[in-house]
């Protein structure tokens, strides 16, 4: 019986500090940050992650603050961020975003900050709260109609950002000769 005890009190130890790896999409917002294991110093990463700006500022990906070698807060756009069939027709919005992405020898911390969407076809520009989707939910808990798309779209988007940020910066050490 003590050994059952111990173990169950080890496994609630051990899942209070983990750290997720993926940003998942809920009723009460999107996860608040992931961390990411990545070999190196804070200040060779975070240099790699201001050249991975630099390689996207053609996406209209850009720095808007930033502490050297400890923190930096991005801003982007993502083309098609959601696509919806309104009247016959596929209407989608421009998403932009903005992620902090912080720095300690051998991981970052990558959080999304900020979220915008535009519809392709008007100047109207709506924010969203990341931290409550409720507005995407009925009353018993599920997905209001034609919101199907909407988790993956925001879980979609900042995971691909941060798996992009990390096959950029393998691909610079490979080819810098790390």
């Known amino acids: 019986m003590k050994v059952k005890a111990l173990l169950l009190m080890a496994f ?3 899942s209070t500090y983990a750290q997720d790896t993926e940003f998942k999409f809920s009723k009460e917002g999107l996860t608040d940050f992931i961390v990411t294991t990545y070999e ?4 060779d990463t975070y240099n790699l992650a201001l050249a991975w700006v630099k390689e996207n500022s053609k996406k209209g990906y850009k720095v808007v603050s930033s502490v050297e070698g400890e923190k930096i807060t991005i801003e982007g756009g993502k083309e098609n961020f959601l696509c919806s ?3 016959g027709t596929n209407v989608c919005t421009y998403g932009t975003f903005t992620i902090e992405i912080s720095f300690k020898e051998g991981k970052f911390k990558f959080e999304a900050v ?3 969407e535009k519809p392709n076809n008007s100047t109207t520009v709506v924010t969203h709260d990341l931290n ?3 507005e995407y939910y009925n009353k ?3 997905l209001k109609k034609y919101k ?3 988790p ?3 879980e979609t988007l900042f995971n691909e950002l941060n798996k992009s940020l990390v096959i950029f910066m393998d691909k610079k050490k490979k080819a810098d000769g790390w």
């Open 85 to 87: 069939k309104a009247g």
């Open 148 to 150: 199907d798309d909407v």
């Open 12 to 14: 609630i130890s051990v």
């Open 114 to 116: 900020g979220l915008t």
């Open 40 to 43: 190196g110093s804070a200040k």
């Open 140 to 142: 018993d808990g599920s």
């Open 152 to 154: 993956a779209a925001y």
């Open 132 to 134: 409550d989707f409720s």
